[in-house]
């Protein structure tokens, strides 16, 4: 069963605007990760935001993430063609992982030139 | 590069076949993950593996199983192969130095004609 629940399903902007991306999950976590995947390929891990950290920043990614409502939110700024993916929150419950990651359906991003 | 590698790339096989994916972990990691991520959604635990046993599973049925080498590689083993069992198989090693980040292949895309 799928945790989180990424918002909006599809994004479409233009090249240079900021992409916000939300994510909601509904059990207690240990961390909150944001990856990448390409056309169906392999996921790429952008960051890792703990149960006591609020905000995470990394290059052009702004991660917040608010364990009252459960919800988190991936910001990208100043987005570039390259950012054209999908996008997938996981959360970590802990226990040495034995659960694994969860993850949501993902957002899919769309930058136009 | 995440330095985690995936064979074979793709796989077609016939219902009720028996199919083998491997994954080769990076370098310093003990802890391996399968993952199955059917199309258009999010991917799915399977059970993970620490120092050669299974230590979590997800909700996945007997018939998925595996194996942990001493090297720390893996083998995801399906039996009795259902359409429904088409999806992109997904490994991620994690360990050494920073043990909650999961670093994953680039998949094998499994197709059960």
């Known amino acids: 069963s799928q945790q989180g629940e990424e918002d909006p399903q599809a994004l479409s902007i233009q090249e240079g605007e900021n992409a916000t991306m939300n994510c909601s999950y509904k059990?207690?976590?240990?961390?909150l990760q944001w990856y990448r995947q390409n056309s169906g390929r392999g996921l790429v891990h952008l960051i890792l935001?703990?149960?006591?950290?609020r905000e995470k920043h990394s290059g052009r990614l702004r991660v917040t993430l608010d364990t009252s409502k459960k919800s988190s939110s991936l910001l990208i700024t100043a987005s570039r063609a390259a950012d054209t993916a999908s996008y997938f929150c996981?959360?970590?419950?802990?226990?040495?992982?034995?659960?694994?990651?969860?993850f949501g359906k993902g957002t899919h991003l769309i930058i136009q030139p | 590069e995440t330095g985690v590698t995936q064979s074979p790339t793709h796989l077609i096989k016939t219902r009720g076949q028996q199919v083998t994916l491997r994954c080769s972990s990076q370098?310093?990691?003990?802890?391996v993950s399968w993952y199955q991520q059917a199309l258009g959604q999010g991917p799915q635990f399977i059970f993970q593996y620490y120092r050669e046993e299974e230590n979590g599973r997800g909700n996945f049925p007997p018939r998925f199983s595996g194996l942990q080498f001493p090297n720390y590689s893996s083998e995801l083993n399906v039996n009795a192969l259902e359409l429904d069992d088409s999806a992109l198989y997904l490994c991620?090693?994690?360990?050494?130095?920073?043990?909650?980040?999961?670093?994953f292949g680039p998949g094998t895309r499994l197709t059960v004609l």
């Open positions: 996981a959360t970590d419950g802990g226990g040495g992982g034995a659960d694994g990651l969860t």
């Open positions: 991620a090693s994690r360990g050494g130095r920073s043990t909650d980040t999961q670093y």
């Open positions: 935001i703990r149960s006591n950290e």
């Open positions: 370098s310093g990691h003990n802890t």
């Open positions: 059990t207690s976590i240990n961390n």
